[in-house]
Nanobody, 127 residues
Framework: QVQLVESGGGLVQAGGSLRLSCVVSGRTFSSYAMGWFRQAPGKEREFVAAISASGGSTYSANSVEGRFTISRDNAKNTVYLQMNVAKLEDTAVYYC????????????????????WGQGTQVTVSS
């Protein structure tokens, strides 16, 4: 069974940086496409960033483009979300997600395309 465990959330001042990590159990991490989503209080879950299984392709939402970077280390079964120039509106619970894919496969943007989810990590941006 695939398990995802996020870490790295916390309190950050506006303009500051934070790096989220998500460790995925299992021996086939390199065949999973990964994504980050977030959900703010009273709002629906929204897409943040995605990365293909090989790490060769990434995509970020317009709201975080140029500030957040998704990356992965297949040797460590870990996907990262580097958050820079944090804004108040980035406050949310951040979730990582995984779905089976293949080397050379695409990234995925929709939450219903993912099969596995972490428990979430809270990120709070203060002024």
């Amino acid at each position: 069974q695939v398990q995802l465990v996020e870490s790295g959330g916390g309190l950050v001042q506006a303009g500051g940086s934070l790096r989220l990590s998500c460790v995925v159990s299992g021996r086939t991490f390199s065949s999973y496409a990964m994504g980050w989503f977030r959900q703010a209080p009273g709002k629906e879950r929204e897409f943040v960033a995605a990365i293909s299984a090989s790490g060769g392709s990434t995509y970020s939402a317009n709201s975080v483009e140029g500030r957040f970077t998704i990356s992965r280390d297949n040797a460590k079964n870990t996907v990262y979300l580097q958050m820079n120039v944090a804004k108040l509106e980035d406050t949310a619970v951040y979730y990582c997600a995984a779905r089976a894919s293949y080397s050379g496969g695409p990234y995925y943007l929709r939450s219903n395309e993912y099969s596995y989810w972490g428990q979430g990590t809270q990120v709070t941006v203060s002024s």
